[in-house]
Every structure is written in structure tokens, then in C-alpha cells.
């Protein structure tokens, strides 16, 4: 642990929940004023979207100009197999290691923060867990942002903007997506709580959950300011402890 920092930071939560509205506000501050409030350093995403959109173009390349097979996805962008959504968590896991190995001062300058969303239909936060490196679980902290399924939904149809369908912050899916993949959240399962640990492998991992019930994260910078430093706040003592 670095000290008064978090190393890595693992946010997670239904799509649309506000996660990249955090990131974005966290992204855009002064380096002091995050460090001193957040005690969040220099912002390093490592989010599993750009992964997944690229296997997509990858398959609609092989499928349309050269009548191959897709690898990843059917006709309708469904993963082939389940553990793909593994695969993006294990690539995670790697770009990660990667980084510690290339500079051995990057905790000293650098939170890393981990970003994936996961709904039981496929597997759910219980088995992505078990894909996250012991390098990343002994680092982190984690964020559950929660929101109920209607409202990930109402948001999702309201940021999607169809000339940009890669975009970070105005991506979406179709309501049949949103139905199958991510209707059913496991977080209950994992966590009794709104903080504490969770038990992954060997490591008890410190958690909070940001609730966002009342969309804090859209056009409300002031009331999530003051929301995210009252959670980090609360994670920050769990995370000192460990």
C-alpha cells in the first residue's frame, strides 16, 4: 500500500450505474485536489469495454469481408462462451501485471483503477472475482456503485448515442440485452453489507457501496463530490487496516 493513496481501486456495478461519470469527474481534477480528497494519484483505467468492442469489430471483419467464422460472438454480438467474460478479466489482470513489472515506482505516482460490470446470466461478480489476480486483490479496494435494474436501463437507453457505439460514455445496449446479461446481480450474494470484505481466495478485500439510487453521477457534480469523498472515506479506513 502506498501511503495515504490507494494502490488499485476495482469499480464495478450494473452498466449506466454512473461508473464512467465517476471516472470522468475523477479523471478532470486537479492532480492535489484528488490526491488530498480522493487520495486517489494519477488515474490509470483499465477498463474491459475497449477489449470486448474490439473482439465485436474483429468478428464483424472475419464474418463480412472475409466470410471466416467470428471467433468471439455470434451474428448478434452474444459471447460463444461464457468464460470469454473470464478471459476479459484474466487480460485485465494482465495489462496490470505488466505495468508493475515495467516501473517499479508506478504505485508512487499511480492509482490503478479496474472497471468491468457483471451480471449472473454470466457468472456474476462470484466467478469474475476468482479471474482477478492475487497481484491486483492485495493492492485493492473495491466500489460497488448500485442502482436497480430500472434505472441502469432508463440511462442506458438515454446515453446511447448511435454514431459513437465505441464510445466510453455513450455506449448502450438494446433493452433484450440489458434483460438477459445484466437483470440478475449477484453483489447481494458476495457482500451483507454496504462495507466490509469480501473473502476472495486468500485475501480479505475491502469494500463500500456507493449508492446511487438518486443519479448522483449525472449533472450533479457538487452532490457526487460530496458522496464519493464520504465513500472513499469509508474505504479508506478499511483499506488502511489491511
Known sequence: MTENTFDVLILIGRPASGKSEIIHYLTHLPDLVRRERFRIRRLDVLDDFPILWTWFEEDDILSKTFGLPRLHSDEQRYFKFKELWHVLVERLSLDYARKIRDD????DHTTAL????????????????????????????????????????????????????????????????????YRDDDWPVLASGDSGYLRVREQDVPYVVFPNEDDVT?????????????????????YRQE
Request: aromatic content about 8%.
Open 114 to 181: 479496474i472497471e468491468f460490470s457483471r451480471g449472473s446470466e454470466h457468472g456474476g461478480y462470484v466467478e469474475a472475482f476468482q479471474h482477478v489476480s492475487d497481484e491486483i486483490l492485495k493492492r485493492a479496494a473495491i466500489i460497488y456503485v448500485r442502482v436497480p435494474f430500472e434505472e441502469s436501463l432508463r440511462k442506458n437507453r438515454r446515453r446511447f448515442n448511435p454514431d459513437k457505439p465505441d464510445s466510453i460514455l455513450e455506449h448502450g445496449l438494446s433493452d433484450e440485452k440489458m434483460e438477459r446479461l
Open 218 to 238: 449525472t449533472s450533479k457534480p457538487e452532490q457526487l463530490a460530496n458522496r464519493l469523498e464520504s465513500v472513499l472515506d469509508e474505504l479508506w479506513e478499511l
Open 104 to 107: 517499479a515506482s508506478y504505485h
